[in-house]
């Protein structure tokens, strides 16, 4: 693992603790130390995967930029909603659509330089448009697989963790063999 990958992984280990915070106050704070300790044992763990199972590797990076990316969108909502919201009042949906967007691009350039390490920028534009494709098909997986779920009597937030998982799987094995592929 390169310095740069312990860096990152830190990072994400503490936007995902600053949400912690969000949700046990004081208790939270722990997580400031545990999350960015746990995000580079666990990218290292990858990593000694990784020499049985490449893709792996691949796979830890995208699921601490996929936290990232999450907490972004949701540090940005809040964010929109409490600044925008102060002056004027305005549908929420106004305020995900921008934090969406803002975490999409996040997660488009983490992923095309460090998840896949694709470093040309020719056909960047055409890489966009398709990360943008692959989202939507993933977004409505995640809608289905939901109802699915649902539908077979499993709880709503079970259903959601599920949808979830059925949407990573696609998001990354789209970004891989369709957005950067090499």
Same mark, same amino acid.
């Given at each position: 693992m390169k310095k740069r990958d312990a860096v990152i992984a830190a990072v994400c280990g503490l936007l995902v603790a600053w949400v912690m915070i969000?949700?046990?106050?004081?208790?939270?704070?722990?997580?400031?130390?545990?999350?960015?300790?746990l995000s580079i044992f666990g990218l290292? +763990?990858?990593?000694?995967?990784?020499?049985?199972?490449?893709?792996?590797?691949?796979?830890?990076?995208?699921?601490?930029?996929?936290?990232?990316?999450?907490? &972004?969108d949701i540090?940005?909502?809040?964010?929109?909603?409490? +600044?925008?919201?102060?002056? $004027?009042?305005a549908s929420p949906l106004i305020f995900k659509t921008i934090s969406f967007f803002i975490a999409a691009c996040f997660k488009f350039v983490a992923d095309k330089f460090w998840t896949?390490? #694709?470093?040309?920028?020719?056909?960047? #534009? #055409?890489?966009?448009?398709?990360?943008?494709?692959?989202? &939507?098909?993933?977004?409505?997986?995640n809608v289905i697989s939901f109802w699915i779920?649902?539908?077979?009597? $499993?709880?709503?937030?079970?259903? &959601?963790?599920?949808?979830?998982l059925v949407t990573a799987i696609w998001n990354f094995l789209g970004y891989k063999f369709l957005v950067f592929k090499k």
């Amino acid at each position: 693992m390169k310095k740069r990958d312990a860096v990152i992984a830190a990072v994400c280990g503490l936007l995902v603790a600053w949400v912690m915070i969000d949700f046990l106050g004081k208790w939270g704070f722990i997580f400031l130390l545990v999350f960015p300790v746990l995000s580079i044992f666990g990218l290292w +763990l990858c990593g000694l995967l990784s020499r049985k199972y490449s893709f792996i590797w691949q796979t830890g990076k995208f699921f601490l930029t996929g936290s990232g990316g999450t907490v &972004i969108d949701i540090k940005i909502f809040q964010l929109t909603s409490w +600044l925008v919201g102060f002056f $004027i009042s305005a549908s929420p949906l106004i305020f995900k659509t921008i934090s969406f967007f803002i975490a999409a691009c996040f997660k488009f350039v983490a992923d095309k330089f460090w998840t896949f390490e #694709k470093m040309d920028k020719d056909g960047i #534009k #055409k890489e966009a448009i398709s990360f943008l494709a692959v989202g &939507i098909v993933g977004a409505l997986f995640n809608v289905i697989s939901f109802w699915i779920f649902t539908g077979l009597g $499993i709880w709503s937030e079970i259903s &959601i963790i599920l949808a979830t998982l059925v949407t990573a799987i696609w998001n990354f094995l789209g970004y891989k063999f369709l957005v950067f592929k090499k």
